[in-house]
């Protein structure tokens, strides 16, 4: 019994055809140029993110203009005046080109809130992290875009 049940599982696990959904396998495009404006650290981290789409051998090869920018506002305060939550919005704005033609002007915003923390150090290591899944998102969206072109 145990046998059959061990050969069953092998069986099950090994047939699994994982692939990632955003895998550049299955990307039938390539980024070409990227030129950017706004944010220096956001469009450094959306780049990063983007730069397996570079090296893909796709005959269909765009280029990008990306204009990024990142606010960190108050929007709630305590009787003292002290902020309690904040919000931080990321807004890119994506111009997809091909041959110096714009395909597609994409507008991708995020925004999350979240508790000030008065320990400075976990705040800005807790921003980098809502900082870096919303440009995660954001990549996200954009290849969803780009694959529907």
Known sequence: ?????????????????????????????????IKTTGNKKINKIFIKKITKFKNNSSNIIYDLEVSSFKIVRSIAKDERGKTKILEMIISFNINIKRNDKILKNKNISNN??????????????????????????????????????
């Open 1 to 33: 019994m145990k046998k059959l049940l061990i050969t069953f599982l092998l069986i099950l696990l090994t047939s699994c055809d994982y692939s990632p959904i955003y895998s550049t396998e299955d990307s039938k495009f390539r980024i070409n140029e």
């Open 112 to 149: 999350f809130s979240y508790n000030n923390n008065s320990n400075k150090f976990e705040l800005n290591k807790y921003e980098k992290d809502i900082q870096n899944k919303m440009i995660e998102n954001t990549v996200e969206e954009f290849i969803l875009t780009v694959k529907t072109l």
